[in-house]
């Protein structure tokens, strides 16, 4: 089993920045595709970005793209998501997620049915 714990959330004004942290425990082993999810009040689950954990490559939604960074440390099991210009619309609940599978791990298409583990959540609050 996999044990994904989020960390850094918090309360900022919009032109801030935050970084999550999100760490990793138990059968890490070929955990390939990772990355974060979020939900704000009343709307769907959406990706945020995923990292395939072989190479660094990332794949960014187009609404945080430019201005959010996925990154890695495979020596501490640990996966980051700094958040630099934060908008109030990216409030929201942020989710840590993994699997072993790499289909379409970089693309739109792996959507949150194809991630098996998942973190309990860390709340990101951005005021205007």
């Known amino acids: 089993q996999v044990q994904l714990v989020e960390s850094g959330g918090g309360s900022v004004q919009a032109g801030g920045s935050l970084r999550l942290s999100c760490q990793a425990s138990?059968?890490?082993?070929?955990?390939?595709?990772m990355g974060w999810f979020r939900q704000a009040p009343g709307k769907e689950r959406e990706g945020v970005g995923t990292?395939?954990?072989?190479?660094?490559?990332?794949y960014y939604a187009d609404s945080v793209q430019g201005r959010f960074t996925i990154s890695q440390d495979n020596a501490k099991n640990t996966l980051y998501l700094q958040m630099n210009s934060l908008k109030p619309e990216d409030t929201a609940m942020y989710y840590c997620?993994?699997?072993?599978?790499?289909?379409?791990?970089?693309?739109?298409?792996?959507?949150?049915?194809?991630?098996?583990?998942w973190g309990q959540g860390t709340q990101v609050t951005v005021s205007s």
């Open positions: 990292i395939y954990t072989g190479t660094g490559s990332t």
């Open positions: 138990g059968d890490t082993y070929s955990l390939h595709c």
């Open positions: 997620v993994a699997d072993r599978t790499i289909f379409q791990c970089l693309t739109p298409k792996r959507s949150e049915r194809d991630f098996n583990y």
